[in-house]
Nanobody
Framework: VQLQASGGGLVQAGGSLRLSCAASGRMFSSWAVGWFRQAPGKEREFVAA????????HYEDTVKGRFTISRDSAKNTVYLQMNSLKPEDTAVYYC?????????????WGQGTLVTVSS
């Protein structure tokens, strides 16, 4: 499985962006796709995840109510709609495939897309 993340950019605080993660290869219903982010000087952290088969979603507390993860199985693509962006959301965002659901091993990773939120 190969992942291609896109959609990052520069946005003012309070603005919105939509990230896309296009997967090539077969996706299994037991898998999950997650978004992670890594800010400068910080460790990578979990942002959100969606189960491929059931569409159940999970979010990190600081993004609940602002970010929405969704998927289009016909396009093999997962989206992260980010609203009410804050400067602390600035990071490189990565998508990844969890082969044991949203809280297991994330085996396949995309290349990352940079999101910069200006104050």
């Amino acid at each position: 499985v190969q992942l291609q993340a896109s959609g990052g950019g520069l946005v003012q605080a309070g603005g919105s962006l939509r990230l896309s993660c296009a997967a090539s290869g077969r996706m299994f219903s037991s898998w999950a796709v997650g978004w992670f982010r890594q800010a400068p000087g910080k460790e990578r952290e979990f942002v959100a995840a969606i189960r491929w088969g059931a569409e159940t979603t999970h979010y990190e507390d600081t993004v609940k109510g602002r970010f929405t993860i969704s998927r289009d199985s016909a396009k093999n693509t997962v989206y992260l709609q980010m609203n009410s962006l804050k400067p602390e959301d600035t990071a490189v965002y990565y998508c990844a495939v969890g082969v044991r659901g949203p809280f297991g091993e994330y085996r396949y990773w995309g290349q990352g897309t940079l999101v910069t939120v200006s104050s």
